[in-house]
């Protein structure tokens, strides 16, 4: 049956622009990190990315390792751009990264013009794009010249293959020799992917203000902290979930003070009438240098309960100062690495 987006799909989502450019970002964008590989059903994949769509969620966010199996999260991505949503092109933002391990050998990873352009030929490919919207250096590679990497982004760009170009869990004094770099090219250097949540607030010091002075825009991804800051951890770890797996979720921060934080945290979101997910949402969406928060979604359920966190997004200073008691670290920024200065 031929898919038919909502007509009222731009009445109720709401989207900001992505620091000073032109690009303009749903408050929600819908990241396929987890759920949307082989070891899901394509008809689950394709309700969830119809329901996006129909809520006025316009940017889907890849990268060439999404899955389980590595590349299956795009190949799924660009079944469903054929089938559904190629008419549509134009009202989508597509992204797609490199950074992190992909193929065996000393190309295959890191932040090597080899790598960055033979990444995103094959990113392309399996979408079944000529060119992706934005385009990430996924994380810092201390190994190789900024210059290099920068300049494959600047090479992406001028060949067509990307209209604006981002960069993922950088610091900020690695984010401004970037912007100097990708300034003097006159690339569109749009966007910073960092983690942030309210037991990751790593970005706050320093890189909200970077990012904010360079004009650079800011999606966030892990804004549950994998899950943590949903109701699903309350009465400890449930058989089946994330961190019952020994993934990148550990089971060891699911302990008890980590419990008490987020069962605080709870209360509050209970007496805004909130969920906690919705909560945690809203909270990231708090400072308008935020543009976007990332999001996954494993139903079309839990995209609707977690979109409908943008109903309210306005904090009163009590509450945002009662949050501030219980939203402190936790030791759950598995990226750290890439974001030393």
């Not at 994998?226 to 089971?251: C, F, N, V, W």
């Not at 999001?295 to 839990?302: D, H, L, P, R, Y």
């Not at 509450?319 to 670290?329: G, H, S, V």
Request: aromatic residues 10%; negative net charge.
């Amino acid at each position: 049956m031929t898919y038919v987006p909502a007509d009222d799909r731009y009445e109720h989502m709401r989207y900001r622009r992505s620091g000073r450019s032109g690009l303009q970002l749903p408050g929600v964008s819908l990241g396929l990190w987890q759920n949307f590989g082989y070891d899901r059903p394509l008809d689950t994949v394709r309700a969830i990315v119809r329901r996006a769509f129909d809520l006025g969620i316009t940017h889907f966010d890849l990268a060439n390792n999404y899955g389980p199996p590595y590349g299956s999260a795009e190949e799924n991505f660009g079944r469903l751009l054929q089938q559904d949503l190629a008419p549509f092109r134009d009202e989508l933002i597509i992204s797609s990264k490199a950074g992190y391990d992909m193929w065996p050998g000393p190309y295959g990873e890191w932040g090597s013009r080899k790598y960055l352009l033979a990444s995103l030929d094959q990113s392309l490919g399996r979408i079944g794009l000529d060119y992706v919207d934005i385009f990430y250096s996924h994380r810092f590679d201390p190994d190789t010249p900024l210059e290099e990497t920068m300049g494959a982004l600047d090479t992406a760009v001028r060949q067509g293959k990307a209209l604006y170009v981002g960069i993922s869990s950088y610091s900020a004094a690695k984010t401004r020799e970037a912007y100097a770099i990708l300034h003097e090219l006159g690339t569109p250097f749009v966007i910073h992917q960092p983690s942030y949540s309210m037991l990751n607030r790593w970005i706050e010091p320093e890189l909200l203000d970077t990012l904010g002075e360079l004009g650079i825009g800011c999606i966030v991804f892990s804004p549950l902290a994998q899950g943590m800051l949903t109701d699903k951890y309350l009465d400890g770890i449930p058989e089946g979930s994330r961190a019952s797996r020994h993934g990148p979720l550990s089971p060891d921060l699911i302990n008890e003070q980590s419990l008490a934080k987020i069962r605080a945290l709870n209360e509050i979101a209970s007496r805004r009438s909130q969920t906690l997910a919705q909560l945690a949402l809203a909270w990231t969406l708090r400072d308008p240098r935020v543009t976007s928060t990332l999001i996954g979604a494993s139903s079309v359920e839990q995209l609707e309960a977690n979109v409908a966190a943008l109903d309210k997004l306005d904090f009163s200073e009590d509450e945002l100062a009662e949050i501030d008691q219980y939203a402190t670290e936790a030791n759950i920024n598995i990226w750290a690495a890439s974001s030393k200065p």
